[in-house]
């Protein structure tokens, strides 16, 4: 006897369908796409200054010169100049006010890119200054903020401080992080009939592209089609921030019917989009004699940059993340989102969940430096488990915090790697180690309940093969490969029968961007209901053939038909014709919302999450403490994938991002001078990872649990937890600089780059 299908052992290890063609240079991109006749291109006129007020603007000259088609300015734009997501605060092209050095200005339209990089030269800008702040503290103090503030509350912190016998306060700092994607921005536009437009973006939220460019044309939706292959990255950096790309691209299709192209050059790329928000924040962290914290507080001030884009959801996680896998009775957590005179910050991998959770692992780590104990000590004490309220008020369920940390501990014996180092350190003067623990609960649902739904369209064709459309985004993640796996397992026929298209707004409509790690849970659930509609159809095409009646259980294993579990002269090719005979529907759209989730923003409590992702990594550093240079050892790491439907992807997605973590936390420093210029604004000064500076060793470890309903195929989303297992290394090099200097100053400002590394260790506190 068969059983229904579902994804096993052997279906887990199937490679990314984009493999072969990622190394061998086939993947087609945004400008890899053929060049249609007449196409013009698009190069952006940014503005030179921080803040100030347009005085003049020339660009007659430039107008004139050979090959410059148009010049448009804000006055052009035929309906509104207006591409914020969340706040309508960000214009498309600057009109009266610059704000950033790299805002729009001006949008030149050429025939090819030298005429529009000529017409660049011959752009004259007065600009009356107004005063520059890159700082988010300052601009609260100010007043400026972006959006208004929010606290969670748990208990009551006042009242538990004065029970607390240890009780630390200080500051800490995240820096922000360039996502860096491999394929720049970039769209490409296409005039189509009765006024339509086309568009190939590398977005993430093809909806927030449709409706972007619709209302900067003053046009419904239905008349905007964005489409989208494959991303050669977003990490965040295009769930929102495509939109100016394509409303550019669009403007000039719209009013000239010539398709236009607009890809910015990697420096334009980093000078005008925005980073990972950097954070300063505050806290206050009080233990009782055991060493159990009683109390939190935190109070973050966010850099927002000068508009909103996706701060405040951003803003909203950092809270929902503020106390990490911790459980503590009274918190209050306060969070400021400060507009500054940079470029708008937003979403990037954890979406201010890692800035919330290095300022607890602050706290901690700082309260164990006082108290002289290992972090650990305070970390597993307060560790939470099911029950657990966390300050938002969802209550802990189907807890793997504790049962990741001890199965790291038991794997690789914690008193031990500390001895161990400890004996090291005593043998060598100059070179010293340090490790850390990091655990992470991250929780799996977009924060913004409503945006917890997906859509999937699948064709039947009646010689057997299929076609599927979701609204997932593949950007690197393998999300289409684990599409194909959900319509093959459902259908119980070979992949290769199975064409995965592109994401496009007319098949599947109101998308949700790809991301909050929920894309394949969303699109993948949606799949499956598309899937199992047909599936019905077909079964009950089947029991008619065989005259069984309802009860008999049909299944394909194979391509092959199975009735009560018997094998029948039946293929899936010859169902799906029969069927098709019958004039019975070989299409479906599926739909998915999250059920149970949940939250009151005016009570700021609810059940926000599906549920949650745990883990933890143990991480061993070595500082060379004559240069200030490091190497990281080792990250070993427990994770709980759930039960994974796709281990080749899910290990792919745990390693990228501890990476991309270890190098927001080390070397990857975003700087900006103080008039807001962008000082690390190329691959020679912002310094990202590479194969040299990965770990050493770097293991991980899947987790044996039963994994949840709510994630699909009880497969639980990876995309972003991993991330957070970088912060690790921020402390375990502290601590190598402390056994090194044990009065040096190092304060907890991230990145902790080989420079910092170097003044730490040789300063003195009294
Ligand atoms: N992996 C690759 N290779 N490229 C990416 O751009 N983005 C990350 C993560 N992993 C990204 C990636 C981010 S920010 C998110 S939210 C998730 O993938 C999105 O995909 P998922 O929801 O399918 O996990
Ligand atoms: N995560 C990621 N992206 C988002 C979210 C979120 O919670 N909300 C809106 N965009
Ligand atoms: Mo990811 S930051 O949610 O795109």
């Not at 538990?160 to 800490?172: D, H, L, R, S, T």
């Not at 669009?250 to 890809?263: Q, T, Y």
């Amino acid at each position: 006897m068969i059983s229904e299908n579902k994804i096993d052992t052997g279906q887990t290890n199937i490679a990314n369908i984009d493999a072969a063609g990622h190394v061998t240079g086939r993947s087609v991109y945004v400008d890899d796409m053929p060049v249609l006749e007449g196409t013009l291109f698009a190069k952006i006129f940014d503005s030179p200054h921080a803040h100030g007020i347009i005085k003049s603007l020339d660009f007659s000259k430039a107008e004139k010169m050979e090959g410059i088609v148009r010049i448009y300015s804000a006055k052009d734009i035929p309906g509104q100049n207006e591409i914020g997501g969340i706040i309508a605060d960000e214009p498309l092209l600057a009109d009266r006010k610059v704000q950033f050095q790299g805002q729009p200005v001006l949008l030149i339209i050429a025939e090819n890119e030298d005429f529009a990089e000529e017409a660049l030269k011959e752009i004259n800008i007065e600009i009356d200054p107004l005063s520059i702040n890159t700082d988010p503290k300052e601009a609260f103090r100010q007043g400026q903020l972006l959006c208004k503030s929010r606290t969670f509350k748990k208990g009551d912190t006042r009242a538990a401080f004065e029970n607390c016998k240890y009780i630390f306060e200080g500051e800490a700092e995240t820096g922000g992080q360039e996502h860096l994607y491999l394929e720049t921005q970039g769209a490409y536009a296409f005039p189509m009939e009765n006024d339509s437009i086309k568009i190939f973006s590398s977005t993430q939220g093809l909806r927030h592209v449709q409706e972007t460019v619709a209302h900067m044309l003053g046009v419904g939706m239905h008349k905007i089609e964005v489409d989208t292959t494959r991303l050669g990255g977003g990490f965040g950096g295009k769930e929102d921030q495509a939109a100016m790309w394509a409303c550019m691209a669009a403007l000039a299709a719209w009013d000239l019917k010539k398709p236009v192209k607009c890809i910015p050059h990697r420096m334009e790329d980093m000078r005008m989009t925005g980073k990972r928000n950097p954070y300063k924040s505050d806290y206050k962290i009080g233990l009782d004699e055991n060493y159990k914290i009683i109390a939190y507080e935190a109070t973050y001030y966010q850099n927002g940059g000068a508009s909103a884009d996706l701060s405040p959801a951003i803003l909203e996680r950092t809270l929902f993340h503020g106390t990490n896998s911790y459980d503590i009775s009274h918190v209050l957590l306060t969070a400021h989102s400060c507009k500054t005179n940079l470029p708008p910050n937003t979403a990037f991998r954890g979406f201010g969940g890692p800035q919330g959770m290095f300022v607890i692992e602050t706290a901690i780590d700082h309260a164990a430096k006082e108290l002289g104990l290992d972090a650990s000590i305070i970390q597993r004490k307060n560790m939470m488990d099911n029950g657990t309220e966390f300050p938002y008020g969802q209550i802990v369920a189907d807890c793997e915090a504790k049962n990741c940390w001890d199965e790291i501990k038991q794997r690789y014996n914690i008193s031990s790697v500390k001895k161990t180092i400890e004996a090291y350190n005593k043998k060598n003067l100059f070179i010293k180690k340090g490790f850390s623990m990091m655990p992470v609960c991250f929780g799996i649902s977009f924060t913004n309940t409503m945006m917890n739904q997906a859509r999937a369209l699948v064709h039947v064709y009646w010689d057997g093969s299929v076609s599927v459309s979701t609204g997932a985004v593949e950007m690197g993640q393998g999300v289409n490969t684990k599409m194909l796996q959900v319509a093959a397992t459902c259908f119980g026929i070979s992949m290769n029968k199975i064409k995965l298209e592109t994401t496009n707004t007319t098949r599947v409509a109101n998308t949700s961007p790809s991301a909050a790690s929920a894309t394949t849970d969303l699109n993948g659930k949606a799949l499956l209901n598309a899937c199992n509609q047909i599936m019905e159809r077909l079964k009950a095409v089947a029991r008619n053939i065989f005259n069984e009646d309802e009860s008999a259980t049909v299944m394909v294993r194979d391509e092959i038909v199975f009735i009560n579990g018997v094998q029948k002269e039946l293929d899936w090719k010859e169902l799906v014709k029969q069927t098709f005979f019958r004039r019975i529907n070989l299409s479906a759209k599926g739909h998915y919302a999250t059920p149970v989730i949940n939250f009151d923003k005016t009570i700021e409590k609810g059940h926000p999450f599906a549920y949650h992702v745990y883990g933890t990594a143990l991480t061993i550093v070595t500082v060379d403490c004559v240069r200030g240079t490091y190497e990281i050892d080792a990250v070993h790491v427990v994770h709980d994938f759930g039960t994974s439907m796709n281990r080749q992807i899910d290990l792919g997605q745990c390693e990228g991002g501890i990476v991309q973590g270890i190098g927001w936390m080390t070397i990857e420093e975003v700087v900006y001078s103080e008039d807001g210029k962008l000082l690390s604004n190329a691959l020679s000064t912002y310094k990202i990872p590479d194969i040299y500076s990965v770990p050493k060793e770097l293991n991980i470890h899947f987790l044996h649990t039963d994994g949840s309903d709510m994630a699909i195929y009880k497969s639980k989303a990876v995309g972003e937890p991993p991330l957070m297992y970088g912060i690790g290394a921020f402390f375990a090099i502290r601590n190598a600089i402390l056994s090194f200097n044990p009065k040096a100053i190092a304060p907890y400002t991230a990145p902790m780059t080989p420079e910092k590394v170097l003044m730490a260790l040789y300063s003195k506190s009294k």
